[in-house]
């Protein structure tokens, strides 16, 4: 499964599974409505500062930049 996974989608299951979750999360810091926290939880990183490593490598800015340019 994971190989072709791999050769249909160009990226590991894990990789399509995290850049889900991660465009979950930048809708839910551009909706305003959880912090940061919450939103790292809701996601299913295990702390903030997991989220933050990997919303800014996915994204290229943190969250909290993210808010400051909306």
Do not use: W
């Not at 939103?39 to 800015?61: C, D, M, P």
């Amino acid at each position: 499964l994971k190989s072709l996974f791999k050769r249909m989608y160009n990226q590991s299951i894990y990789d399509y599974f995290n850049s889900c979750r991660l465009n979950k999360a930048r809708e839910l810091v551009l909706q305003k409505k959880m912090n940061l926290k919450e939103i790292s939880l809701n996601t299913g990183f295990k702390t903030v500062q997991h989220f933050t490593t990997a919303f800014k490598k996915e994204f290229g800015i943190t969250p909290g930049e993210l808010l400051q340019h909306i």
